[in-house]
T-cell receptor, first 112, second 111 residues
Framework: DVKVTQSSRYLVKRTGEKVFLECVQD?????MFWYRQDPGLGLRLIYF???????EKGDIPEGYSVSREKKERFSLILESASTNQTSMYLC???????????FGPGTRLTVL | RKEVEQDPGPFNVPEGATVAFNCTYS??????FFWYRQDCRKEPKLLMS???SGNEDGRFTAQLNRASQYISLLIRDSKLSDSATYLC????????????FGTGTQLKVEL
C-alpha cells in the first residue's frame, strides 16, 4: 500500500528558530513535493525534487530550503521561522511521468 | 486571474441529489486535469482524472471542455460520505508532474 509519512502532525516553534520537516515515501517515487495549505489560498507549491540531490523552486520558495540526500526522503527547512509561516505543510510524491501525487497526512506548524 | 478557479461553496445538498461543480483554468497549454478529494483535516487524494472524452466512475462523471477552458464534476445520488472539499487540479506539459491546485469547492450532503 502506498505510504507517505511526515515526521510530526503538530509542531509549535518560536520566531527565529530553525525548523526541519521530514517526509518519507516507501514507493520508490522519483518526484517529491512540498506544499503549504492556507484557508482561501489552497495548496501552493514551495519546492519539488525530481531526483536525489535535485531541487526546483515552486511558486513560493522564499524563506524555505529543501534537501534530498536519499530517494525516499525529502526535507523542508525553515531557516528562521516567522509567524507568516504558520500553516499546514503537506508532502507528496509521484512517479516520474505525469501521475497521481500521493500525500502525507500533513504537519500543522504554528510559529509563535 | 488565478490559474485554476473554483467556486468555494459550500454546496449544501440533500442526500440523493445530483450536484455539479465547475472549474476554469487560464493556461491553454494545460495538458492534464484531475479532481482530488480532501476530507476535513485529511490529506488530498485523487478522485479521478479528467479526459476530453469525459469519463465516469460510478456516480462520478468528469468532463473537460478545452474550447471554453473548464472542467466539471458531476455527482449523482449524493451520499453523506461525499461530504468533502473537491479540488480541481491542472498539470502542465513538461512540468515534471508539477500540479496547480484550485482552492476547492466544499460539498455538504445532508439528511
Amino acid at each position: 500500500d502506498v505510504k507517505v509519512t511526515q515526521s510530526s502532525r503538530y509542531l509549535v516553534k518560536r520566531t527565529g528558530e530553525k525548523v526541519f520537516l521530514e517526509c518519507v515515501q516507501d514507493m520508490d517515487h522519483e518526484n517529491m513535493f512540498w506544499y503549504r495549505q492556507d484557508p482561501g489560498l489552497g495548496l501552493r507549491l514551495i519546492y519539488f525534487s525530481y531526483d536525489v540531490k535535485m531541487k526546483e523552486k515552486g511558486d513560493i520558495p522564499e524563506g524555505y530550503s529543501v534537501s534530498r540526500e536519499k530517494k525516499e526522503r525529502f526535507s523542508l527547512i525553515l531557516e528562521s521561522a516567522s509567524t507568516n509561516q504558520t500553516s499546514m505543510y503537506l508532502c507528496a510524491s509521484s512517479r516520474a511521468s505525469p501521475d497521481t501525487q500521493y500525500f502525507g497526512p500533513g504537519t500543522r506548524l504554528t510559529v509563535l | 486571474r488565478k490559474e485554476v478557479e473554483q467556486d468555494p461553496g459550500p454546496f449544501n445538498v440533500p442526500e440523493g441529489a445530483t450536484v455539479a461543480f465547475n472549474c476554469t483554468y487560464s493556461n491553454s497549454a494545460s495538458q492534464s486535469f484531475f479532481w482530488y478529494r480532501q476530507d476535513c483535516r485529511k490529506e488530498p487524494k485523487l478522485l479521478m482524472s479528467v479526459y476530453s472524452s469525459g469519463n465516469e466512475d460510478g456516480r462520478f462523471t468528469a468532463q473537460l471542455n478545452r474550447a471554453s477552458q473548464y472542467i466539471s464534476l458531476l455527482i449523482r445520488d449524493s451520499k453523506l460520505s461525499d461530504s468533502a472539499t473537491y479540488l480541481c487540479v491542472r498539470g502542465l506539459t513538461g512540468g515534471g508532474n508539477k500540479l496547480t491546485f484550485g482552492t476547492g469547492t466544499q460539498l455538504k450532503v445532508e439528511l
